[in-house]
Structure formats: structure tokens, C-alpha cells
């Protein structure tokens, strides 16, 4: 059966990645806006998720499977269900309680499936079995908008230490918090791996992994994790650099390190 994907623009896929998938992906744009001297988000307009879920089913001809952003940062899951309700749209929506690149990874590997059933379990596996880890260069954007506690910001600001921050249950949260920006950045490929199985005594996912790095340029952070992983004999399917939407930049600032990985499915390698 034909189906077509529907997501948001915090998925950070490049368009070309989405003009190549098996099944068209239509994203609908998150909104950045200025209220009180600041920039900030609000989810897509009715008439725009209306207008997106309309490309998408070729005006209801075709099912559509819906992941997007956690509806703990976004009210993106809720209005979209409420339209789907008001038009009687055949459409999956998923709230998948994360976003960035895991978004984009659970949205690619959904492509490759051949049913919208198919394509909607791919999405709830790639991100039960994810691990989504940010660093920022600097917290103020994160808790002015109300996305990390205060408690978390003051320990990032404390003599050098610095927050790794996991997208956990749809929220941002302190995981762990290390002296300086390299080591964090270490420590943070280091807890990726431990998630995946590769070390200490788990056995390393048989099929590989994807991997999507979010860096603002030409940063070695994602040589950094291709070599990580070579050296724990993690074969890697598919690795994937790009930097972070406007949507989540307004939040992390222009200094930032995500990681994004999961383990690539046996039944989603082509």
C-alpha cells in the first residue's frame, strides 16, 4: 500500500534527503517568532497543517504516518490530531517525544518501509532505542525559554563545567556534567556507545548503527564519533551531519553538539 510521511522541520533532514526517500516525506515548517525582545517557537498555523497533511495524502487518496517532535517542547502532536479528527484524514499521528536528528533518522528508516503499519512500528523502535545528547556553548537560550530547569543551568555555569544534556521522556535533562567542553564531548560519545551495547559486556548491534550529528560548520566533532566507533568495531550504516533548525537553534544558541544514534534495524537494511 502507498503511504507518505509527514513531519516537522526539527527533524533537520536536508531536503535532498527527503526528495531521495522510497515514500514522500512532507515536512510542515515550525514557526520562529519575536515576542519580548527574543526569538522563540510556536507550532505550525491550523491552515499550515492542514495544507501539509492535504500534499501529503494527495487530498485524502493515501494513508499518512505523522511522527513529530515531542509534545512535551511542541503542541505541533496536538493540533495536528485535532485536524485529523476534524477532517476524518486517514493519518497516523505519532508523538515521539524527541526530535532532531533522531526525528530524522526514525523518519528515514520509516520510508523504507513497505505499509503504513510497518512504517509506524519503525518509528516507535528507532526512537525506543535511540539516545538524543546535546551540548550548548551557552544555556541562557535554553532556560530563558523555559526548556531546562534552573538547578541544571546553574551547574553548567559553575567553574567549567558543562551539562550533557539528554532528550529524555519528550524533555531536556541533566545527565551528566563534566569539566570542560572536550571532555564533555568525549564523555558524551563514550555514554552512546554504553547505550548501544558496545561496551562494557553487551554485544555490539549486529547490524550497525545510524548516527546523525548536529554541528553549527566544519567542526571535528563527527570525525570524532566515526573514529570512536571504528575503535569500538561498531560498523555504522549510516552517519549524517547537519546543523540544527532554526526552531532548535533559537533554543541551544549558535554553539552547540548534538548526537543522535540508534541501532539500525534488521528488517530496515537495504
Not at 571532555?183 to 548516527?211: E, K, S
Not at 554541528?215 to 566515526?226: K, L, S
Amino acid at each position: 500500500m502507498t503511504f507518505a510521511l509527514l513531519t516537522d522541520s526539527s527533524c533537520a533532514l536536508p531536503a535532498a534527503s527527503s526528495e531521495a526517500a522510497r515514500v514522500p516525506i512532507i515536512e510542515v515548517p515550525l514557526s520562529v517568532e519575536h515576542a519580548a525582545g527574543r526569538p522563540t517557537t510556536s507550532q505550525p498555523s491550523a491552515a499550515a497543517l492542514l495544507d501539509a497533511l492535504d500534499r501529503a495524502s494527495l487530498s485524502g487518496t493515501r494513508p499518512v504516518i505523522a511522527p513529530v517532535l515531542s509534545s512535551k517542547l511542541s503542541g505541533t502532536a496536538q493540533a495536528l490530531r485535532q485536524i485529523v479528527v476534524e477532517h476524518g484524514a486517514d493519518c497516523q499521528v505519532i508523538d515521539t517525544l524527541t526530535t532532531g536528528g533522531t526525528l530524522g533518522l526514525a523518519v528515514l528508516a520509516a520510508s523504507r518501509a513497505t505499509s503504513p503499519a510497518a512504517a509506524a512500528a519503525i518509528v516507535r523502535e528507532v526512537v525506543a532505542k535511540s539516545m538524543t545528547q546535546l551540548l550548548v556553548g551557552d544555556l541562557k537560550p535554553l532556560v530563558a525559554g523555559g526548556r531546562l530547569a534552573l538547578p541544571s543551568a546553574m551547574i553548567g555555569t559553575a567553574l567549567g563545567i558543562v551539562p550533557i544534556i539528554d532528550v529524555r521522556e519528550g524533555q531536556l535533562r541533566l545527565a551528566e556534567a563534566v569539566r570542560g567542553k572536550k571532555r564533555a564531548r568525549n564523555r558524551m560519545i563514550a555514554r552512546a556507545l554504553t547505550h548501544l551495547g558496545a561496551r562494557p559486556a553487551r554485544a555490539v548491534p549486529a547490524d550497525g548503527v545510524d548516527c546523525f550529528c548536529h554541528v553549527p560548520g566544519d567542526d571535528p566533532f563527527p570525525d570524532e564519533v566515526a573514529a570512536a566507533l571504528a575503535v569500538a568495531d561498531v560498523p555504522v550504516r549510516d552517519l549524517r551531519v547537519a546543523p540544527l533548525p532554526e526552531a532548535l537553534t533559537v533554543h541551544t544558541g549558535q554553539t552547540y553538539w548534538g548526537l543522535c544514534l540508534t541501532p539500525a534495524l534488521a528488517a530496515d537494511i537495504h
